[in-house]
């Protein structure tokens, strides 16, 4: 008996040093004192022994059980601080390595002009209204007061899909839907694309416009040499200033094209303004009683100012960009500049 539980000690002994994880030592003990364990075995074996050896046999039995547990809960110590070290080892952080960083991304120029002027004019009490990019004639041209001979009409600047229906070639389409749906007061701001057959450094056929529409009684041109006062000052330099030069749209009467001072050089004349210390932001005028005519607006009780932007002018011109095609080309060196 003596010599057999010393050759189980042994084997134990080797067991345990075999196993190099928690688990392999939990497997390892229970060959020997688990339920099918070879302890286990023993102590069934105790039946079978004469009555009066069994005290003597229980208790060589009892002590090899002890043995045996001291012998694994010293091994199991032992594994645990080597686990827990190479743990800790492959869990270990350097913080002086430099960190990774995650890209930012930033809204599209366009965008991000779109949505400064949209906090200019909603600050004024101005309303979104976005019309269809697919026109008819009518709202594009003929409710606009546009003859068809205007050459504004002809195939070569407006994208037509059918004789009837075309890629709208300005917002200013918007004013007449709104004035359909809505009786003065109106004021409505309409952001939108819009679509012409132009291509230069300065022009695309695609590009935005930022229309806006005021219909209420007793509005004069006044108001609108008001209006754009407060937008220059806002948009481009608190000292800006704006001016009104005539000029012509057949849906506006009197029409005029708005320049603002130029912010480059505080109008004393650069290559930005072409030495003029003017640069030329937008059209507008007061709405032609026929356009009002046209959306069942009685033009001897209301009057209203219209006006109609570039939005790519009004980045390019805020932000020193040079040529359209940057808005188009997606090069992200040219994206990362407009990041907050
Ligand atoms: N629709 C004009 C254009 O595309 C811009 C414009 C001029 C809009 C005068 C207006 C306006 O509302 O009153 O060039």
Known sequence: MEEENEKIIEEAQSAAEQA??????????????????????????????????RPAFGKKVNELRERLEALFAAHEAKVKEKELASKLESERVDVTE???????????PITRTRNELIDIF???????????????????????????DHPARDMQDTFYITDEFLL????????????????????????????????DATHSPMFHQMEGLVV??????CDLKGMLDQFARTMFAETSKTRLRPSYFPFTEPSVEVDVSCSACGGKGCPLCKGTG?????????????VLENCGVDPDEYTGFAFGMGIERIAMLKYGI?????????DVRFLEQFKD
């Open 122 to 148: 909603a600050g004024m009490g101005f309303e979104v209204f976005e019309g269809p990019e697919i026109e008819s004639e009518y709202y594009n041209f003929t409710a606009l007061n546009t003859p068809a």
């Open 322 to 330: 040079n040529h359209i095609r940057l808005f188009t080309e997606n």
């Open 216 to 221: 209420d009684k007793g509005i004069t041109l």
């Open 278 to 290: 003017w640069i030329e932001v937008l059209g507008a005028g007061m709405v032609n009683r026929r």
């Open 168 to 199: 709208r070639t300005q917002t200013s389409a918007g004013q007449i839907r709104l004035m359909e749906q809505k009786k003065p007061p109106i004021k409505m701001l309409s952001p939108g694309r819009v679509f012409r057959s132009d291509d």
């Open 20 to 53: 190099t994880t928690s688990r392999g030592l939990y497997e390892a003990k229970m060959k020997f004192l688990g339920r099918t364990g070879k302890v286990t075995a023993l102590l069934k074996s105790m039946r079978e022994i004469a009555a009066e050896q």
């Open 98 to 108: 430099p960190g990774r960083h995650t890209a930012k991304g930033a809204l599209h």
